[in-house]
């Protein structure tokens, strides 16, 4: 997991072959005026999804994982807290992963909690487990999908 403020994305572009457009996207002037819902970049390979609302508390936020994209998960506006474990402590699958979605839920409990305040990103690569929405407040995010090699 990487946590850091979108000034400093430029220190991360090793990450992945296709970081750099998620990145770049996310800095245009016009960011926090898009209409929640899916916002392709580069087809299927780098998408953004945006939404607005308020999150559902550290109790009820699920882990989840994927396995061909890397998690850029930025915050515009408000304040989220998003859970964190690592894949190797993982014991209790809730949904079986889903190729289609690339997506798998579990049952554990993150092992920490980070607060990500406007401006700031998180990058969540396959073994990082991850619980978004965490937060009880309100959060306006754009959460983008990096396509893996």
């Given at each position: 997991?990487?946590?850091?403020?979108?000034?400093?994305?430029?220190h991360y572009?090793?990450?992945?072959?296709?970081?750099?457009?998620?990145?770049e996207?996310l800095?245009?002037?016009?960011?926090?005026?898009l209409e929640?819902?899916?916002?392709?970049?580069?087809?299927?390979?780098?998408?953004?999804?945006?939404?607005?609302?308020?999150?559902?508390?550290?109790?009820?936020?699920?882990l989840?994982?994927?396995?061909?994209y890397?998690?850029i998960?930025?915050?515009?506006?408000?304040?989220?807290?998003?859970?964190?474990?690592?894949?190797?402590?993982?014991?209790?699958?809730?949904?079986?992963y889903?190729?289609?979605?690339?997506?798998?839920?579990f049952?554990?409990r993150p092992?920490?909690?980070?607060?990500v305040?406007a401006?700031?990103?998180?990058?969540f690569?396959p073994?990082?487990?991850?619980?978004?929405?965490?937060?009880t407040?309100?959060?306006?995010?754009?959460?983008?999908?990096?396509?893996?090699s």
């Amino acid at each position: 997991m990487i946590f850091d403020r979108l000034s400093n994305s430029s220190h991360y572009l090793s990450v992945a072959p296709l970081i750099r457009q998620g990145f770049e996207w996310l800095q245009q002037a016009e960011l926090a005026s898009l209409e929640d819902g899916v916002h392709e970049i580069q087809g299927r390979d780098v998408y953004a999804i945006v939404a607005r609302g308020e999150g559902v508390g550290q109790e009820r936020a699920m882990l989840e994982a994927h396995r061909k994209y890397l998690d850029i998960q930025y915050v515009i506006e408000g304040t989220d807290v998003i859970g964190w474990l690592e894949r190797d402590f993982v014991e209790r699958v809730k949904d079986p992963y889903d190729s289609e979605k690339d997506l798998e839920f579990f049952y554990d409990r993150p092992e920490s909690w980070i607060h990500v305040p406007a401006g700031s990103f998180a990058v969540f690569m396959p073994q990082d487990i991850h619980a978004p929405l965490a937060t009880t407040g309100y959060a306006h995010k754009a959460v983008v999908k990096v396509k893996l090699s």
